[in-house]
């Protein structure tokens, strides 16, 4: 990597280059997104590099946390695969350039519509159900899939700190459970008389879930595949699907928990997953990219409300809707910065960092102590690489924010290539629904 490496240093190189070359401007683009390139090679690197060189393992990056088709291309360069939930995913996917035999369809409630698109194109599709498995049976007609078709248990080894992200719970709507005992045999029935099915998926959640706690879960999946296998009386299954849902560091730069520390967990609760009988597809997200963007937007107006000083910013629940909607569970680092992109030093006050948004509830952060924010003057928001401005929310017809890709060239000259252009935001940005009028806009400046 060129250019700083220090990661705070090296925002500030970016977003100072960026107000410099008129990216973020206080009249004209007042918030945008940026993805450090550079950064995200590295992770790729440092993901390949923690699985052993003597297992076979496609990464499969997860198109939620970011499917900005330039974002997956970028990622598909870099020999990863793509793991899609929904036609829309899929389409972004192919879009971006990924082989079918690299994209993993995953989604509890596939339409028949979208089955029959990647069973044609030879994706690889992981079951979620009993009937999701008899519309596969009906699809195929009994004719032998090209795709790679496996099952996605759900080992109900309990869920994390946030029961919205925890997948693998007792009663979790994803993939088959494995301890309901009639389940487990109904399962193991459905493998023995579809010798198609091979391969077993697990994902047991996001953020919030302990890696002991993920590791068992893939435990679970490999003894199932084990069990498969010994009914068999052969390798049926040759493949295990261990997710995604690395935890992210969201209060600090330093990458923790690191790939090679869950691989490590990995090797030791479930040591035949790296025995050379399985194929492994992991699906990480947010731990490959939330750590390598960030958004910076303009302070429009500062005030103070009950002794309470509050900067209103251009960044709020559009494009940090789950830090505003659950702020307990998804706290964001802040960092101030001036004009001209230089970070400010000044002493601490506490503040409120509110969003443009009509509903008081529109607030990046509550009471945090940051240097005094002033009109003008810009803050950032680390860490939002996955899940933030890639998903925008369209409430009160905010605009989509603009997003760059970014490099470092070695002369450290900051290279910006435009991933998705900001939507006009008198252009009635969302959806603005059936009208004949075209949307009036403002015809010039008012100036006495
Ligand atoms: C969301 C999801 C992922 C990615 O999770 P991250 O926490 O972003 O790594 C992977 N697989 C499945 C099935 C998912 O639903």
Not at 62 to 75: F, G, R
Not at 97 to 111: A, L, N, Q, T, Y
Not at 295 to 309: F, N
Request: aromatic letters at 8%.
């Amino acid at each position: 990597m060129t250019g700083l490496t220090d990661p705070t240093d090296r925002r500030e190189q970016i977003l100072r280059a960026a107000v410099q070359q008129g990216l973020l401007d206080p009249d004209r683009s007042l918030l945008a997104g940026f993805i450090d390139l550079d950064g995200v090679a590295g992770t790729v690197g440092s993901l390949r590099a923690a699985f052993p060189g003597s297992v076979s393992a496609l990464h499969a990056f997860a198109a939620k946390a970011n499917s900005l088709v330039p974002v997956l291309a970028e990622l598909e360069r870099h020999g990863m695969g793509c793991e899609v939930a929904t036609g829309g995913e899929l389409a972004r996917a192919l879009a971006a350039g990924f082989p079918p035999e690299r994209i993993v369809f995953d989604s509890p409630v596939k339409h028949r519509r979208d089955l029959e698109w990647a069973l044609d194109l030879g994706v690889t599709i992981n079951v979620d159900s009993f009937q999701e498995l008899a519309r596969v049976d009906s699809i195929l007609a009994g004719l032998a899939p090209v795709s790679q078709i496996g099952v996605r248990v759900n080992s109900q080894v309990g869920g994390g700190t946030i029961a919205a992200m925890s997948t693998a719970t007792r009663t979790s709507k994803f993939g088959i459970p494995l301890s309901d005992p009639e389940s487990r045999r109904e399962l193991l029935r459905a493998f023995r008389e579809r010798p198609w099915l091979t391969w077993v998926h697990t994902h047991a959640g996001s953020q919030g879930c302990p890696l002991d706690l993920m590791a068992q879960g893939v435990a679970e999946a490999v003894a199932f595949a084990e069990e498969v296998n010994r009914a068999a009386g052969g390798p049926q299954v040759t493949g295990i699907d261990i997710g995604g849902g690395l935890p992210v560091n969201f209060a600090g730069d330093e990458v923790t928990p690191d790939f090679a520390t869950y691989v490590a967990l990995l090797a030791e609760h479930a040591p035949d997953l790296f025995s050379g009988r399985y194929a492994i597809v992991t699906e990480f997200g947010r731990s490959i990219l939330a750590k390598n963007g960030f958004l910076a937007a303009y302070v429009e107006y500062t005030k103070t409300a009950g002794g309470r000083p509050i900067a209103l910013t251009h960044a709020g629940v559009q494009v940090a809707t789950r830090t505003v909607f659950a702020p307990e569970s998804w706290p964001l680092r802040i960092t101030a910065h001036d004009p001209s992109g230089l970070a400010k030093h000044g002493s601490p006050v506490r503040q409120d960092i509110a969003g443009p948004a009509c509903f008081s509830g529109d607030l990046l952060a509550r009471d945090r102590a940051l240097p005094r924010l002033e009109q003008g003057d810009i803050v950032l928001l680390p860490d939002t690489g996955a899940y933030y401005f890639s998903t925008p929310f369209h409430y009160n017809s905010l605009p989509e924010p603009a997003v760059y890709g970014v490099r470092v060239g070695a002369d450290d000259r900051v290279a910006f290539d435009l991933f998705r252009p900001a939507q006009d935001p008198y252009e009635v940005s969302a959806r603005p629904g059936r009208t004949t009028v075209p949307a009036p806009r403002p015809s010039g400046l008012v100036r006495r």
